[in-house]
């Protein structure tokens, strides 16, 4: 592999093939790449979060708005990541680019925050969702944290032996998700909703409002986020510099459509005061269209969607971690490829512990928080990396076959609105997200203990 200080220096127009792990190999097409796309985005939080923003917005014109915003920067994201995967197709993804454009150090903290913050956090969270709707099927009496742990260890463990099923298992589960959300749209257009007066109240804005829209924004982006972990599997597409780019838009905007139409059948049918007066708004609306029959129907497809978004997380986030082990700034035995599977297995082990132990610490709401918070920071980091990337490339022969529409102006845009949000979460819940920005500051002597490790052995 390239060492760090060489692909700082000249980073190579084109992935060679010695950047991917041994054993992986180019299978994938651009139906896989959608349905990974949209596999790592539909998890849980469009069958909760739902109810996260009618607390903080009380009307239903907002609601659905903070709902097209979300979509909208996230659309802006796909288009930011399709320009540095069809410029950067390597393994790692996210952290290759920030690798790529400015220094290692930078990457590793990215790293440093995957595992301890954002992906282990976002794992946590989805655990959590899980664990709410399995007890609810199955009126199992255990604590919410001990299912979510039982399944993060069980997936955990699964992963370690490997998965034969791959990329058609991901597609079967991704299908499996879209049936669950269109059934909820259609059974939610049969329950009479509220009055149209009570829908179409809304209040002169005001600076209160305006700070309550951006808390919003927090659980409609962390539903939203997902996308980016499309990149992190670069080593496994054909044609990478064409299916990832066209993998990610059209997988953010399937996404967008599904997610305004469960949000529209919500407050039809339960209004934002209901909606905002439920945990499990998705459950209830199928409870009012066909009773406990529906509830529970619904109940089985987040549980699968829940494990699906789960399962794929574990395989590859992995992948960043290994990346950076091969860098020389992690643990040599993370970069570790069982030979049999050709899977991580130390590298899965440590996501899975991690997440479990988060998983018991925290509520769904506190773990929100501070995984949107440093999720966003290293979001408008990484579209920075398309000015700096665009200028280096020019002066090298090889050239993207996909660039950003609209640049300089819609990358600007989507690296504002990002750090928007980060400054309104940490305004709004300043308690939650300084553990992130702590455990974030924290990965800047790690790195440089790395290095002296390094040295020394």
Known sequence: MTTSRETLESPPPAAPAS???????????????????????IGSGIFLNPAEVAREVKTAPVILGAWVAGGAVALLGAFVYAELAARRPLVGGQYAYIREAYHPAVAFVYGWALLLVIQSGGMAAVAITFAKYFKGLTGVGAREWVVAVAALAVLTAINCLGVRAGSSLQSALMILKIIAIVGLVVCGLFVSGPSAQVIAEQPAPDSAQ???????MAPVLFAYGGWQTASFIAGELREPRKNLPRGLLLGVMGVTALYLAVNFVCVRALGPA??????TPATEVMRQAIGDTGARLIAVGIVVSTLGFLSQSILTSPRVYFAMAEDRLFFKSVSWLSPRTRVPVVAIALQG?????IAFWGKYSQILSYVVSVDFIFFGLTATCVFILRRRDARESGQAQY???????????FIAACWLVVANTVYKNPANTWIGMAILAAGVPAYFFWRWWRRTS
């Open 353 to 357: 512990l991690l997440a479990m132990v």
């Open 210 to 216: 305006l700070t309550a829209f951006g808390a919003a």
């Open 403 to 413: 660039k950003m529409p609209g640049h300089p102006v819609t990358t600007a845009l």
């Open 274 to 279: 209901g909606l905002a007066a439920t945990d």
């Open 19 to 41: 950047d991917a792990p041994p054993g992986l190999a180019r299978r994938l097409g651009l139906f896989d790449a959608t349905m990974i796309v949209m596999g790592g985005i």
